[in-house]
Structure formats: C-alpha cells, structure tokens
C-alpha cells in the first residue's frame, strides 16, 4: 500500500511535471532567442484558455472552431505585442522588461474576466472523465494526454530547433544579435516568429490545463510554476525544460503526499522553490544550461 | 520664473555636493514640510488625511525598494515579504513585550534588514534574472514561513492584533493623530535617503549599478555594498510595515503578497529609477490612481455598466490601467514622472526666453 502510494505519486507528479514544462517551454522559447524575460506566460495560457472557452460559451462556436479562434487571436496579439511593447525594450535593463511583461500579465488579467466574465468555465475535451487504472498506475486521462501533447510538441520543437533552416537561424539569433544580421538574418523577423511560437504553446498549454482544473484567472497562477522548472533545467535548453518540469512535478507530489498532513498543506507551492534557492546557488545556470561569462 | 539661478558661484566640492544646491531648494523644502506638517492637518478632514496616510507610508517603501532597484541596479520581487518579516516583528514586540513604537519601529526595520540580507546572498553570485527569481522565491518563502509558524503568527488567520501607538500617553487613535505619527517618519526617510545617495555609499551603489565589473577594479567592496544595498532596502520595507501594521491595526501576512511587492515596483519605475523625487512622485501616484478610478467609476460609470457589477468592474479596470501606465512609462518615458517633472522644470527656468 505504502509503495502504490508512492507510485502513484510519482506517476502524477511526472505527467503533471510534463504540463508544467508545457507552459515553461514558451519562457525557454522566449529568452532564448529573444533575451526577453516573460514573466507573463502563465497569463497567455490563461487568456489563451479564457477566449477559448469563451467563445464556446457565449458564441456557441464548436471546439475545433473556438480553438481556431483562440490560436487566431493568440497569434495575432503576440505579433502586436511584440511590435509595440518589446522592441523599443530591446537592449534596455533586465529590470524594464520584467516590468514590463508584468504589466502585461496585469492587463490580461483584467482584461479577460472583464471582457469574458470572471466565473469559472469548462474547456470539454473530446476525452473520458474515469481515470485510467493498469496495474500499479492510476492516472487520470486528462493528466495523461497533457503529457503526451508536451512531449511531442518538445520533440516536434526539437527538431525545429536543431535541424530545419528557420531554427537554426534562430538559435544564431539567440546567440549573437550583431553577428546574425551582418550574416543577413532578419532578426526582428525571428523575434516576431518567436513571440507568435510561445502564443501557441501558451494555447496549447491553456488547452491542456483549462481542462483539468478549469477556466479562470487562477490559470495564471501557473505562471509561477515556470521560474522554477527553467532555473533547475536550465533557461536555454529543451532538455532541460523536461527534465526540470519533471523535477519539479514529482517533488510537489510527494512534498503534498507526505509532508502536508504534518504542517498543514500549501507545501506544494513552496518546496518547488526552495529546490530552486539551493540549485541557484550551486549551480547558478540549471542542469543543461550553460554558464554565461561576463566581459566588461 | 520665481528665482534665477545665476549668481551662486560654488568654490569647493561640498558646496557642490550640499542637499540644497541653491537657497530655493531650502525654501521650497521647508515651504512642503510647513504645508504638510501646519496647513494640510488644519484644512483637510479625516478622509484626505488618511489617504496622505496611506501614501506618505508608501514613500517609505518605495524609497527603500529605489535605493535597490534605482540605485543600485539589484531588482527585488521579494519587497512586500520583509515589509511582513517587519509587521510581525513589531506586532510581536508590541503585544508580547509591550514595546512602544520606538523600540518597535527600529525593531521591525532591523529583523527585516536581517532577512534581506539574508535573501540578498544570491545576488553575490547571480543577477538580472536570476536575482529576480531568487527574491521571488523568498517573497514564498517567508509567506509560508509566517503563515505555518504559529510563534510568529500568532494562530488563527496568522494574523496579530496591534495596539494603537502611544505618544507620551496619549494613545493615537484618528487619522489626524496617526498623521503626526506617520508623516514625520516619512520625512525622516526621505532625508536619510537624499543624504545616503550622495555620500560615499550612495556613490559606490551607482558604481555597482552603472557596471558591477568595473567597480570592483576600481576597489569597491561589491559584496559588501550589494548586501548593504539589500540591508538598507529591507530596512525601509520593515519600517512600511510597522507602519502599515500601525495604521491598520492588524498585522496579517495577506497584506504583503505578491501583488504588493509588483505595487512597489510600479512605483519606482513610474515614478523615475535612482531619484528620490521620483519615489514620492510614484508613491503617490500608485496609491491615488484606484481612489481616483473608484471616484470616477462611481460617478461615471454608473451610467454605463451595472451597479452590481461595478466593484468587480472597478477591480479589473484597475489592474488594466495599472498594467497599462507600467507599459507605457517603460516604453514612452524610461525615467518616468521625475523625468516629466525635470522637463516642466527646465522649461520654467528660463520662461520666457528659450533657453
């Protein structure tokens, strides 16, 4: 009994791990070739989410319909936005831009209930409520199907990453701005391809989530989730977004199975960054990541 | 157009360096303490005093946070937490030990200072973002550690009762009494800190900010003055939160979450990063923008949404426009409204002539 517990919540804390990276792979996404630090990501899931399930409610749309909608918007918003907000911050203070994406998070998150309603909506995924039982697994299908979408969507953007012509002119984006456009990459081009690549996983991880826990402003609450999972992982690399997420899931699982009946539960919330605290001052840059060297 | 400014020859570097470059300054200083120490209690009634209440707290923290964030070049998204660490200090303190508010107020500024020195360590080694999560981190921490930890907390709702501050007998009850209480501690503040930023220290906090690299060969102590900053910034947040907890009678680890912290970066950024001026300018402004909004919602708005809704509205309208002003001061106006202010300044100089 004492060790199905145990796997049970390991089992739950790696696909739940799985979502976490999910939404943690847009951050990656983001600074890796842009340098920006989004301190909104939770907020494009739960706006992605919230125009979803919105338009299902109050404009009768079907899901495939309202997810076109949701992908349309996402799209579109993130191009804008990084039009009008992120270039001129470009080559500004760390400071600066972390404000300013919060700002942003403050606004999706007035603006989504105000436009949408506040209360909480369902996103109905085409996919059985019964949790799955095989053997010693207990799983929910919802939990199970976030993992599978995580994990192929890293693999799908691994390969982006690493082989086709618009990834690798983006990892030299990333790498130098300077050097890449004298070797005549559009570089604001890639920053707007990048920006509209995190709108997406911000939808698909908005999906995934919005129909496990439902569709409110506490979507964005994961958001608060991502920090941990790409310091432990590592900021730059995809690898590590997995590893770190899984890291991350399982230590919540078994910090709220076995900790949280003798101080009174909310540890969840907490161990993931205390882990976090001690991997930075270890080893500053996460597992994959790679260690930076300052010149003046 | 009030004064010239030709005439003041300066022969030495203190002179240079003086608080009050020229005599306007000390007459203008002086004009603001007499209107708000004399004037302002005379002519308001007990609402307006409480929301100078509010907002001259605020210029505490917000000071604190811009001799970090502005001067120093360290970010914290850990603020609102050592403002707890020093609610709970002086809660403590006050109902424990029966402390009066000067024993507690220093008390509360120290344990905080402690603690954020404690959570500035990371900063030795890492920076921009990394600092940034690590605070954010702690701001999680020390929520939990408070609200878990009954000997600090008290228990039910981890919130303490305070009791009313108590001046030479006399206990200090209304807004107008609280506002001798408050604004003198502001003005204490505000002083320290213009005479912080031009001594040595405040020089080597720039240097640090300005390039921690080059610093360091130059021979200052980095460590030494990143932790300084960080204890000196926490301090200031210990005192807002002795304040705080004074001003509203309760100390309740709810008051100083995350959003708090995020308020008072707003108002470093849009009041001017590295000015003193703009700490009060963005403490003010921050602190009046949801009245003003509520007032105007609750006259304006009525007519356009319903009354039922309204609070919610207001609610949402607020984050909106408070994410919005964040945006558009980091895009627009970098140095936010001690810039704006400097530009009318500049222009009035010379009025008439152009320049």
Known sequence: MEFQFFIELVTNGVLTGLMYALVAVGFVLIYKSTDAINFAQGEFCMIAAIVVAGFMKLYGFPLWGAIAVGLLFMLLFNWGLERVVLRPMIGRPV???IMATIGLALIFRGLGPLVFGAETQPIPLPIPDQPIIWGPFFVSPIDLLGGGI?????????????????GVAMRAVADSHQVSMAMG?????????????????????????????????????????????????????????????????????ISAGYVDPYVGGGTKDFTPYVLMIIVLMIRPYGIFGKPIIERI | ?????????????????????????????????????????????????????????????????????????QISIGHAAFMSVGAYTAANFAVHFDMPFWVTLPAGGLMAAAIGTLVGLPSLR??????????????????????????????????????????????????????????????????????????RIGRAFVAIRDQDIAAEIIGINVYRYKLLAFAISSFYAGVTGVLYTYYFGIANYEAFQLPISIDYLAMCIIGGLGSVLGSIFGAV???????????????V?????DGNYIAQVIAQMRLILFGGLIIFFLVVEPDGLNKLWQNIRNYFRVWPFSY
């Open chain 1, 150 to 166: 995580s994990l192929a969507f890293m693999a799908v953007f691994g390969w982006f990453f690493m082989k086709s012509r618009k």
């Open chain 1, 185 to 253: 990459i559009n570089v604001e081009r890639y920053f707007v391809l990048a920006w509209m690549l995190a709108g997406f996983v911000a939808l698909l991880g908005g999906l995934v989530w919005g129909s496990a826990i439902g569709v409110d402003t506490q979507l964005a609450q994961l958001g608060l989730k991502v920090f941990p999972v790409v310091i432990l992982g590592g900021l730059d690399s995809i690898l590590g977004v997995i590893v770190g997420g899984i890291i991350v899931g399982v230590v919540e699982a």
């Open chain 1, 95 to 97: 400071v600066a831009i």
């Open chain 2, 126 to 199: 890492v920076k921009g973002l990394y600092l940034a999560i690590a605070t954010l981190a702690a701001q999680f921490i020390i929520e939990w550690v408070l609200n878990h930890t009954p000997l600090i907390s008290g228990g039910v709702q981890a919130s303490i009762e305070m009791p009313r501050p108590v001046f030479f007998g006399n206990v200090l009850n209304t807004q107008s009494e609280l506002y001798f209480f408050i604004l003198p501690v502001t003005i204490i503040a505000i002083i320290a800190t213009m005479n912080l930023v031009r001594s």
């Open chain 2, 1 to 73: 157009m009030f004064h010239r400014e030709s005439g003041y020859f300066k022969t030495s570097y203190k002179a240079d360096m003086a608080l009050y470059p020229l005599p306007i300054g000390k007459v203008a200083a002086t004009g603001f303490v007499l209107l708000f120490l004399v004037v302002a209690p005379i002519f308001l009634d007990e609402y307006y005093l409480s929301v100078i209440n509010i907002a001259a707290i605020a210029v505490v923290g917000a000071l604190g946070l811009n001799i970090l964030l502005g001067y120093t070049g």
């Open chain 2, 301 to 305: 708005g009525v007519f356009f949404i």
């Open chain 2, 285 to 299: 402004f921050i602190t009046l923008m949801p009245i003003v909004l509520r007032i105007f919602m609750e006259t």
